[in-house]
């Protein structure tokens, strides 16, 4: 044969000790985290409950779903909306100067570097740890829902808006340069037209996460639907359940239709 | 009058992006300037309104020396310098109109420009700038669904709307395809003759320059090798220009024609 | 024409020479009003009051700085349950995603022809979504009983939607070039699937699958709270007693855990893509 293909054919890559490594790795792992899976049991035969879960959900409490005073579902997604709407402004504004110190492009590398880590750590808290805290700051309800949605948002908001940052067309601040705009004139015609839609579209897309993670705000007492969906299922009241949540499925599911359609116009308009 | 006496560019690392360049544009003239990839094209035109400082010589524009000036004077001496790039450098995500309307903003004050609030009279002229580089229609367009060509006449229109006396371009038409290239140079054409004013423009294809200026300045590792009227450009002074690298039709053989330097 | 231009006249604005331009009526100020409506409401609904805020505000601090410094020696006790967390959000995202790649195929349109199946899947998976994962987790506690498999199926259930819907938007953006060249050569539709849009597939499948597992992790000490197992279980046990100190000893094992394995994470991503 052609010794110029032998030899490419001795030189081929030898995959199979890294794709070795990788399964056993992998396997391994499986193994460990295999481990970890106990239960202490059920009382009551699970799959009978699986059941009821289902048949509750699809029979939902008519009357509390269409109740319209301030114990019914409707009033409940209202304040998870509020709550929600808030929480996603207050994160939004505690983002921007995090942002800001945390842009690469901006601020000097240790203080960029610095800046991340701080909403690392942001991040890292669970949000009933923040909800528990935020509690002994305004007592239970709304009130510290909203505050604690707040700062569960900073992680991922100021993580989108170093990404826009980061991305800034500089060009643009070139031309102002160039037509003799001073330097609040150049951040106002020029970075700020680039900004603005792209951290509107952060906080409607955030706007839309929160909503489905209202359901842990309940469960420390900072109000929304969750506290009232927890006491249904722990006291076994599927239909209720399933009331609450057939109103959290639409709710979200027109939330989402409608913030996609914003925020596609905001970028393309 | 742009008036460059032995003017000379040296960069921090130490290239010498200008050497001895002496040379005088009077108002209303059309200069090409032309010359390989990194000879100095772009220096040479961002040292007239200093986006690029000059390091030695002296540099005047209507008798004002621009390396004099700082802060608000150099701001104010920039309003009647306009400049066009490559990129447009558009402020893409918004209204075709609102772009235009910049270019007042310097001379606003400060609590309209801080809300963006223009008047009727100023709205009135960013429309006229756009009719006369003929896209008026699109004037409540976001800018980032023009095409190319529209984007750099909206530029255009930015800048005409300045009411500058001086048009800088730095490689106008480098992004665009042939047709659309034309159409823009025509309309530099059309200012320059209607509104008398000054236009220097750095292009690569030397088709275009020879076509549409009336004078070409060519330049070479920073010096000027040839001035003069577009007419009398012939193949040796190209040959020159380009180091040799042209082909016997004339045509350049330059192959990083798109990596101007900044 | 839309509603609201017929009920806002466009602006028309002539020149000197006669030609003259229609500006549509800016939807702005509507925007503005929604937002601020919202805005007003949520404040009456919520309760927000800056004053109290303002007041009070130091309390939060006041808990935060009782976290520090943070009690060592109950480091201990922390590594099991931590461990236990990682390992439930491990499992979970791999059974997870691996369960939603044959879905992710029959809701792609380019590789199942089927519409009514295709919508049918989709449906399946945004209903999925929708569904918190708290409540999957509090389901699961009633018909597998507290622990750490609750918390998995709980993982797992989550994990199966979102990676799911991610895949299929990714097998329908792929270039279909090269399966249509397996074709022409005689293979079979499998085959062409295998060797010609898997690998295009691949790269980004097991990037979301990084991404999510960063993700489910930290999610993963919030499902303790209902008794799913990990660490969120000692955690808001913690809290409950006042014990700040080893709250605070938590959250920096949390942390550093997070920090270790996204850091690990992102870099198996970017070698991924």
């Known amino acids: 044969m052609n010794k110029r293909i032998i030899e490419a054919y001795e030189k081929r890559p030898r995959t199979w000790v890294y794709h070795l490594a990788i399964a056993v790795i992998f396997v391994g792992l499986m193994v460990w985290s295999g481990s970890a899976v106990e239960t202490a049991g059920t ?179 900072a109000g929304g639907f969750g506290a009232p969906l927890i006491f249904a299922m722990n006291a076994y009241r599927w239909n209720e359940a399933g009331a609450i949540l057939a109103g959290l499925i639409i709710l979200i599911l027109i939330i989402e239709f409608i913030s996609t359609k914003i925020r596609v116009k905001l970028t393309r308009g | ?164 006396q001086i048009i800088l371009a730095d490689e106008p038409v480098a992004a665009l395809d042939p047709v659309t290239a034309k159409q823009v140079m025509d309309d530099f054409k059309r200012i320059n003759e209607e509104m008398k004013i000054t236009i220097l423009i750095n292009i690569h294809h030397v088709d275009l320059a020879l076509k549409y200026a009336t004078r070409v300045v060519g330049i070479r590792e920073g010096e000027i090798v040839y001035d003069g009227p577009a007419s009398e450009v012939d193949k040796d002074v190209l040959a020159s220009i380009y180091n040799g690298k042209v082909d016997d039709e004339g045509n350049v053989l330059d192959a990083n024609d798109h990596n101007e330097e900044r | 024409m839309s509603v609201y231009d017929k009920i806002f006249k466009p602006k028309v604005y002539t020149l000197p020479n006669g030609k003259s331009v229609e500006k549509k009526a800016s939807r702005m100020p509507v925007y503005f009003i929604i937002v601020l409506l919202m805005c007003v409401l949520s404040v009456k609904v919520t309760g927000f009051d800056m004053k109290i805020l303002s007041q009070r505000i130091g309390q939060f601090f006041v808990i935060l700085g009782e976290m520090f410094p943070p009690n060592m020696d109950y480091l201990e006790k922390v590594w099991s349950p931590l461990f236990d967390t990682i390992k439930m959000s491990l499992l979970g995202s791999v059974i997870g995603a691996l369960l939603s790649v044959p879905f992710a195929m029959l809701a792609s349109t380019n590789v199942c022809p089927n519409k009514v199946i295709v919508s049918i899947v989709r449906v399946m998976f945004s209903l999925i979504r929708t569904l918190p994962t708290l409540v999957t987790a509090l389901v699961a506690t009633l018909v597998f009983g507290l622990g750490t498999l609750a918390g998995t199926f709980a993982i797992a259930v989550f994990s199966f939607a979102y990676i799911g819907k991610l895949t299929y938007e990714e097998i329908e953006t792929v270039d279909m070039g090269a399966f249509e060249a397996m074709e022409a050569m005689g293979a079979t539709k499998t085959r062409a699937f295998i060797s010609a849009i898997i690998p295009q597939v691949l790269p980004f499948y097991l990037s979301n699958c990084l991404f999510n597992f960063e993700g489910n992790v930290r999610y993963a000490a919030v499902l303790g709270y209902v008794g799913a197992g990990g660490i969120g279980l000692i955690l808001n046990e913690k809290i409950s007693w006042r014990e700040y100190s080893s709250v605070g000893t938590m959250l920096i094992a949390l942390f550093v855990a997070v920090f270790i394995i996204e850091s690990v994470s992102r870099m198996l991503r970017k070698k991924l893509v």
């Not at chain 1, 269409?66 to 709550?83: A, H, N, Q, R, W």
């Not at chain 1, 570097?113 to 528990?132: D, E, K, N, Q």
């Open chain 2, 1 to 164: 009058m742009i008036k460059f006496e032995d003017v000379g560019k040296r960069y921090p690392n130490g290239f010498e992006g200008l050497k001895h360049v002496n040379l005088t544009i009077e108002q209303g003239e059309f200069v090409a300037i032309i010359g390989l990839s990194g000879a100095g094209k772009s220096t040479l035109i961002r040292t007239i309104n200093r986006m690029h400082d000059v390091t030695s010589g002296k540099l005047t524009v209507d008798d004002v020396d621009v390396m004099s000036l700082s802060g608000k004077q150099l701001r104010r001496f920039r309003r009647k310098i306009g400049m066009i790039f490559q990129s447009f450098n558009l402020i893409t995500r918004t209204t075709v109109i609102k772009n235009v309307l910049t270019a007042f903003v310097p001379d606003m004050p400060w609590f309209r420009s801080t809300f963006g609030i223009y008047t009727k009279d100023e709205k009135m002229k960013a429309l006229e700038c756009l009719d006369k580089v003929g896209i008026l229609r699109k004037a409540f367009v976001r800018a980032d669904q023009l095409s190319g060509g529209q984007q750099q006449r909206v530029a255009l229109a930015r800048t005409l709307a300045q009411n500058p």
């Open chain 1, 43 to 221: 009382t009551m035969d699970g799959g009978e409950i699986a059941l009821n879960v289902l048949k509750g959900i699809f029979q939902p409490d008519l009357s509390f779903l269409f109740d319209f005073s301030t114990k019914g579902v409707p009033y409940l997604m209202l304040e998870t909306i509020c709550i929600a709407f808030l929480g996603t402004i207050v994160g939004a504004i505690l983002s921007i100067p995090l942002a800001f110190i945390s842009a690469s492009n901006l601020t000097p590398k240790p203080i960029a570097f610095a800046g991340r880590i701080i909403i690392m750590a942001v991040r890292t808290i669970p949000a009933f740890v923040y909800g528990l805290m935020f509690i002994r700051v305004t007592g239970p309800g709304a009130f510290a829902g909203l505050l604690t949605m707040g700062v569960c948002s900073v992680g991922m908001i100021s993580k989108m808006y170093i990404e826009a940052i980061e991305d800034l067309d500089t060009h643009v601040v070139e031309s102002l340069d160039a037509s003799g705009c001073d330097t609040w004139q150049k951040i106002r015609y020029g970075i700020l037209p680039q900004l603005l839609p792209n951290f509107a579209s952060t906080a409607i897309y955030r706007f839309d996460i929160n909503l489905r993670d209202a359901t842990i705000l309940g469960m420390v007492g």
